[in-house]
């Protein structure tokens, strides 16, 4: 089915001008960014975000990088969106991400790994809705 999924290119991608590069690895994959921002996160925003990994040990650190620079929110649509995307990122740990994903061509470590994406349908929403309007969507 057609799905909508939330993303964001984190502070290490907007920094290393590679904004370009990622968008060109979703269209590629057949993703559509059906609305994009780029803006710069509070700490507050981040926290409640991230709010699912509070009690995780690396979660301070987790928001101090995610307001360490500009980051751009977006939303993802097209077949089987939230898988897809899960696959060209490639895993959390560019480590063990396979070649050719996001995360093995461009990110630095676990933490500053490049991009974030939804896991389920239901974050997916949530994610969404956090950031956008219905109206800034145009699929
Ligand atoms: P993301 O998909 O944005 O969701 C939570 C983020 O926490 C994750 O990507 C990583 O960038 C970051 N993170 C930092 N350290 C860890 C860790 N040890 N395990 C999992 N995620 C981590």
Redesign the pocket.
């Known amino acids: 089915a057609i799905e909508r999924t939330f993303s ?1 290119l ?1 502070p290490d991608a907007t920094r290393r001008n590679l904004t370009g590069k990622i968008n060109a690895k979703f269209e590629e994959a057949g993703l559509r960014i059906v609305a994009s921002r780029r803006l710069q996160l509070s700490r507050a925003q981040a926290e409640t975000f ?1 709010g699912a ?1 509070s009690a ?4 301070q ?2 928001v101090a ?2 307001i360490s620079g500009p980051v751009v929110v977006q939303v993802l649509e097209g077949e089987n969106a939230i898988a897809r995307n899960r696959e060209i ?1 490639g895993a ?2 560019p480590a063990n991400a396979d070649a050719g994903t996001i995360r093995k061509e461009f990110a630095e ?5 490049s ?3 939804s ?1 389920s349908p239901e974050a997916a929403a949530a994610e969404i809705a956090y950031f956008f309007a219905g109206t800034d969507i145009v699929g």
């Open positions: 964001i984190k991230y990994h995780r040990g690396f979660f650190d987790l990088f995610m990122m959390t740990n470590s676990i933490e500053a790994n991009v974030h994406g896991d």
